[in-house]
């Protein structure tokens, strides 16, 4: 019978920064995948190391764009109809989140964590040697028209509050950035302290072996074999069955899997999200991420391509994609920057793990004695997963921590 202190189940970036967190400080750690290090969510995201977010995706909040969704005509949001009823409860939760002084609560809730979420990433990456994949340039965030650069003005006032580093700009200003775009928005707004990747596969892989490198193993094995065998937790792997004293579930969409049966029932909903490459026409390029913000999608450079990443999908987290939201941003995105040929045959699918809160779950489960938690990342699972692995090392080692955790506790929803 293997043991080791402790298993951390999943490793997409949030498991594997946990993981070598952990073993950073000696402890002995089995990172636990069905498949490889990153290939689940963590490898389709725009790359976006987001330390500047201050509100999180709201619930609409006008008419016109809610009319916009239900008429299945927005390129930001879509929906599958029969699902709608089972999501309804999430939906009218965060809907409640969505409120103004909701949102501020929650953009004070998650900064200690959004703060250090740069920095963290470039301390794993320096060590990992994986610094060539994190691109200093910011996040450019255009808008069309004057009305959707208005409504940023309290996240604008906000982040002068926090002291985040943005820089408003126009039309030519932003062009002079990014001379590919065409000039068909009206103003800009450059996060300059984002930092983006160039490979979030990469990223993960690049932390992943590091974490072996100061001897941490991994096994392949399926989560849902987690069961208790006294005094320790045990889960089935290729290698055997292996035990540990204190488990992390890191599992991001599919944590529900293996909580359910355990009578862990917290409100996690999925957020789907399409992504796919193009090459550029000519000598057309990005050197940084371009959020087109009244249509809810981003134009990513990454080594495979411009990589296109759509806004939400309520659906049902295993159903066929249904990528009609590329369909839908196409047009705008073509006419926003030259892009050539589709890399790839089909679109990749992901999904989002969300709580309505737009808070992850940090810390000790309810009611599992050595259970941990750490999934629920949203549209931040890559921004927030080194930082998110500190803090998690430090709360089971017993460390102080580098913030307060309360905010992101399960007990909020078993209170
Ligand atoms: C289109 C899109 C764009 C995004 N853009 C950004 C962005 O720019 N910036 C940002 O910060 N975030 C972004 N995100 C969100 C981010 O990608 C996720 O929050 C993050 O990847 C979640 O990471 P994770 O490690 O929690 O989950 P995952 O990466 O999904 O990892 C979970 C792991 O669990 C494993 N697993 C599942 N079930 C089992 C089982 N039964 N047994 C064993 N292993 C199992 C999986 O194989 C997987 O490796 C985006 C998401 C999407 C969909």
Redesign the pocket.
């Known amino acids: 019978m293997a043991h080791t202190d402790v298993i951390v189940?999943?490793?997409?970036?949030?498991?594997?920064a946990v993981a070598l967190h952990l073993r950073k400080r000696g402890v002995a750690v089995a990172l636990?995948?069905?498949?490889a290090?990153?290939?689940?969510?963590?490898?389709?995201?725009?790359?976006?190391?987001?330390g500047n977010t201050i509100f999180p995706a709201a619930f609409p909040s006008s008419w016109k764009s809610l009319l916009r969704i239900a008429l299945k005509r927005a390129p930001e949001a879509n929906y599958q109809l029969t699902f709608l009823p089972q999501i309804a409860p999430w939906l009218l939760a965060f809907r409640a989140a969505s409120r103004p002084e909701q949102l501020v609560e929650t953009a004070r809730a998650m900064r200690p964590l959004f703060a250090r979420a740069v920095a963290e990433h470039e301390a794993l990456a320096a060590e990992a040697g994986a610094d060539k994949y994190l691109r200093r340039t910011g996040w450019l965030k255009l808008y069309r028209s004057d009305a959707s650069f208005a409504a940023q003005a309290r996240e604008l006032e906000l982040a002068k509050s926090f002291g985040i580093a943005n820089v408003p700009l126009d039309r030519d200003g932003a062009l002079a950035l990014e001379p590919s775009l065409s000039p068909s928005f009206r103003h800009a707004v450059d996060w300059t302290g984002a930092v983006s990747v160039t490979n979030?596969l990469a990223l993960?892989q690049a932390y992943a072996a590091r974490f072996a490198a100061l001897g941490g193993l991994s096994f392949d094995?399926?989560?849902?074999s987690l069961h208790r065998a006294e005094p320790h937790w045990r889960v089935e792997t290729a290698a055997g069955p292996l035990d540990a004293s204190d488990v992390v579930i890191?599992?991001?969409?599919?944590a529900p899997?293996?909580l359910r049966p355990l009578g862990i029932k917290l409100p996690l909903a999925v957020?789907?999200?399409?992504?796919r490459h193009f090459r550029p026409k000519g000598n057309a390029a990005l050197s940084r991420?371009v959020l087109d913000a009244d249509n809810g999608y981003?134009l990513?450079p990454m080594e495979q391509g411009i990589r296109i990443?759509?806004g939400v999908e309520f659906a049902p987290r295993d159903a066929p994609p249904t990528p009609v939201q590329l369909d839908r941003l196409m047009p705008a995105a073509r006419d926003l920057f030259p892009l050539g040929e589709p890399v790839e045959a089909q679109s990749w699918l992901?999904?989002?793990?969300c709580f309505a809160d737009s808070r992850p779950v940090l810390g000790r489960a309810p009611g599992q004695r050595g259970l941990w938690l750490?999934?629920g990342?949203?549209?931040?699972?890559?921004?927030?997963?080194a930082a998110t692995g500190r803090l998690m090392a430090e709360l089971m080692t017993g460390s102080e921590p580098f913030c307060d955790p309360k905010p992101y506790g399960a007990e909020r929803f078993t209170k």
Not at 32 to 35: P, Q, T, Y
């Open positions: 189940l999943g490793a997409g970036i949030v498991g594997t636990v995948d069905r498949g290090a990153g290939e689940g969510t963590s490898y389709g995201n725009a790359g976006i190391i987001e979030p993960t094995g399926d989560a849902r890191a599992l991001g969409p599919w899997d293996m957020k789907r999200g399409y992504h991420p981003c990513a990443t759509t992901g999904a989002r793990p750490a999934y990342h949203a549209h931040w699972g890559l921004t927030l997963g």
